[in-house]
């Protein structure tokens, strides 16, 4: 199975702030990789998918890149709607694997 | 456009449960569609993948033999049969539209879900 994980675990930012999560596959996924955000006691929502394409509706503020083993997810300006957790995702091969998460809130 | 899962509660270890799926907004008979849990507290595990026609099927490991996913594309449902339930299997069931066009993994539409628990 295909490895992913994630850094940090967990931050806190200033409202504004450019925010970075990092996530790593333990073997090259092209870019067969997915971002989404869940809130508490909510659904997931995709965010990003192939890594850099942003999903319909969801605001330019999120953005993705990378390929192969290491991708990076970025909130360019960090608003008070966007405290969730969120996770990478490869859809490269089976099984389906995520990354363990990353707890996003305000400082 | 919405997916709202039913079924899910609280059943011994050994027992079985059959959760379904409504679809309803989009065009269910040409999407493909997946089961993915989230035990209380955890993250995301994928556990099963079923195309539009049925035609292919895919499970995880940890539930290969026990669970069973089918679809009625008459009905707009998806359904998950899990037998011998395990305590490990507590967790949050979500089903999920798969948007990819090639290999399937990219899960761009989300149930509520539906919470099982296996107790004794």
């Known amino acids: 199975d295909i490895q992913m994980t994630q850094s940090p675990s967990s931050l806190s930012a200033s409202v504004g702030d450019r925010v970075t999560i990092t996530c790593q596959a333990s073997q090259d996924i092209s870019n067969y990789l997915n971002w989404y955000q869940q809130k508490p006691g909510k659904a997931p929502k995709l965010l990003i998918y192939?890594?850099?394409n942003l999903e319909t509706g969801v605001p330019s503020r999120f953005g993705g890149s990378g390929s192969g083993t290491d991708f990076t997810f970025t909130i360019s300006s960090l608003q008070p709607e966007d405290i969730a957790t969120y996770y990478c995702q490869q859809s490269d091969d089976l099984p389906f694997t995520f990354g363990p998460g990353t707890k996003v809130d305000i400082k | 456009v919405q997916l709202v899962e039913s079924g899910g509660g609280l059943v011994q270890p050994g027992g079985s449960l059959r959760l379904s799926c409504a679809a309803s907004g989009f065009t269910f008979s040409t999407s493909n569609m997946n089961w993915v849990r989230q035990a209380p507290g955890k993250g995301l595990e994928w556990v099963s993948y079923?195309?539009?026609?049925?035609?292919?099927?895919y499970y995880a490991d940890s539930v290969k033999g026990r669970f069973t996913i089918a679809r009625d594309n008459a009905e707009n449902s998806l359904y998950l049969q899990m037998n011998s339930l395990r305590a490990e299997d507590t967790a949050v069931y979500y089903c999920?539209?798969?948007?990819?066009?090639?290999?399937?993994?990219?899960?761009?539409?989300w149930g509520q879900g539906t919470l099982v628990a296996v107790s004794s």
């Open positions: 192939d890594a850099s």
């Open positions: 999920a539209r798969d948007a990819a066009t090639i290999g399937g993994g990219e899960f761009d539409l």
């Open positions: 079923i195309s539009n026609s049925s035609r292919t099927i």
